[in-house]
Antibody
Framework: QIQLVQSGPELKKPGESVKISCKAS????????MHWVKQAPGKGLKWMGW????????TYADDFKGRFVFSLEASASTANLQISNLKNEDTATYFC???????????WGQGVMVTVSS | DVQMTQSPSYLAASPGESVSISCKAS??????LAWYQQKPGEAYKLLIY???TLQSGTPSRFSGSGSGTDFTLTIRSLEPEDFGLYYC?????????FGSGTKLEIK
C-alpha cells in the first residue's frame, strides 16, 4: 500500500538547522510530485512548495524562499526538507504530501513536529 | 493569493444527523477544490476532489457541491468515526491555499 513515512520529532535551538525526511513506498516515486505543508501550533495549513521528483526541481512559495530547501534521494524514494537558521516561528508540524493532477494531495505523511526553543 | 474562508470553525452533532461545512473562495476557482479529513494521530485523508468527486474509499455519506466561489461538504447520517478536523483546499492557482478548518465533534 502507498505510504509516506516521515522522520521523527526534532528539538532545535534558534540558529540551528534541521533536515526532515519523507520516505515513499508502494508506488513509483518519480511519477508524482511531492509537496510540503506547514502547520504551526493551533494554526491552519500553509503550503510551502513542491519538488518535481522526476527532475529534482524545487519550487518554493514566497514565504519559504531562502532558508528552506527541498531535496531528493530518488534512489531511496525519499524527499527531504531542510530548514536552516531556525527561528521560533518555525515551530510547527511539517507534512509531506503527494500530489495528483493539478495539485491536490491524495497521500500525506504523518507529519514531523519541529520545536525551536532556546 | 486566493483566500479560502471556511465555516463554521466548530461543529457538534449527533450520530445520524447531517452536517454541512462551507468553504468560500475569494475569487472563482472553478471546481478546483479538495476536502480533507484529519483524525488525531492519523495522516490527512483526501475525501473529495474536483469539488464533488469522491476519492476512492470515501464513504458515500460524504458529498461535495459547488463551483466558482462557494462550496459545501455535507456528511449525511453521521457516524461516530466522522469526528475530526476538516479542511478545504483550492488548487486553481499557486500558492495553494487552505481553509482555516472545521472541528467536528460527535455529541
Amino acid at each position: 500500500q502507498i505510504q509516506l513515512v516521515q522522520s521523527g520529532p526534532e528539538l532545535k535551538k534558534p540558529g540551528e538547522s534541521v533536515k526532515i525526511s519523507c520516505k515513499a513506498s508502494g508506488y513509483t516515486f518519480t511519477d508524482y510530485a511531492m509537496h510540503w505543508v506547514k502547520q504551526a501550533p493551533g494554526k491552519g495549513l500553509k503550503w510551502m512548495g513542491w519538488i518535481n521528483t522526476y527532475t529534482g526541481k524545487p519550487t518554493y512559495a514566497d514565504d519559504f524562499k531562502g532558508r528552506f530547501v527541498f531535496s531528493l534521494e530518488a534512489s531511496a524514494s525519499t524527499a527531504n526538507l531542510q530548514i536552516s537558521n531556525l527561528k521560533n516561528e518555525d515551530t510547527a508540524t511539517y507534512f509531506c504530501a503527494r500530489s495528483v493532477g493539478r495539485y491536490y494531495f491524495d497521500y500525506w505523511g504523518q507529519g514531523v513536529m519541529v520545536t525551536v526553543s532556546s | 493569493d486566493v483566500q479560502m474562508t471556511q465555516s463554521p470553525s466548530y461543529l457538534a452533532a449527533s450520530p445520524g444527523e447531517s452536517v454541512s461545512i462551507s468553504c468560500k473562495a475569494s475569487k472563482s476557482i472553478s471546481n478546483y477544490l479538495a476536502w480533507y479529513q484529519q483524525k488525531p494521530g492519523e495522516a490527512y485523508k483526501l475525501l473529495i476532489y474536483s469539488g464533488s468527486t469522491l476519492q476512492s474509499g470515501t464513504p458515500s455519506r460524504f458529498s461535495g457541491s459547488g463551483s466558482g466561489t462557494d462550496f459545501t461538504l455535507t456528511i449525511r447520517s453521521l457516524e461516530p468515526e466522522d469526528f475530526g478536523l476538516y479542511y478545504c483546499q483550492q488548487y486553481y492557482e499557486k500558492p495553494l491555499t487552505f481553509g482555516s478548518g472545521t472541528k467536528l465533534e460527535i455529541k
